[in-house]
């Protein structure tokens, strides 16, 4: 644990397995569905970045995607399926980031239940269009920065150790076991 961990008077850590890390990865991304979605991480060169909305998040903490079938981030997902998720909530909490596998389908059943009729931009013959695949991508680990009361707590905590020269801030981190 670094120094400033050590100097908090109350507990600040918590890792989190199965049911309770998938509760708390649906809370974040709640708060955010709009993430980071990387590929080629394990390659050794910088991997592959671009924003992606996160369309649902189910029980087990699977995370439910709508990409086109042509694009670079499935041809990367069909030669190597580890991806990683970066998520930011807001701008002093609500951080996560997600280790896991992406699996690709054209799933129509899915694909009817994730569908907004906004997508039609991207897949202009709509939900029936034949270049819409659904990622899913399953999550196996990760790590999140949280407030334990929300920002107005956090907030009024770090003004309070500003003025008395203690650490007392409001923040949950641990990791993640999917």
């Known amino acids: 644990m670094d120094s400033i961990n050590r100097q908090q008077p109350e507990q600040n850590h918590s890792d989190l397995q199965g049911t309770e890390a998938a509760k708390k990865l649906k809370e974040l991304v709640d708060k955010s569905a709009t993430c980071f979605f990387c590929t080629e991480i394990l390659t050794g060169k910088p991997f ?44 002093h909490s609500d951080f996560m980031t997600i280790y896991g596998h992406a699996t690709i389908s054209q799933d129509k059943a899915k694909i009817a239940e994730l569908w907004e009729p906004l997508f039609k931009t991207w897949f202009t013959e709509g939900e029936d269009d034949p270049r819409i695949s659904v990622i899913k991508v399953t ?40």
């Open 48 to 91: 592959d970045t671009r924003p992606m909305a996160v369309q649902q998040v189910d029980d087990n903490g699977n995370c439910w995607f709508l990409s086109a079938t042509d694009s670079h981030k499935n041809a990367h997902i069909q030669a190597d399926p580890a991806v990683q998720l970066l998520f930011k909530g807001s701008e």
């Open 139 to 178: 999550p196996v680990e990760g790590y999140y920065w949280d407030t334990k009361h929300g920002q107005i707590v956090a907030f009024a905590k770090q003004l309070m150790g500003a003025v008395t020269g203690q650490t007392l801030d409001d923040s949950i981190e641990g990791k993640l076991e999917l």
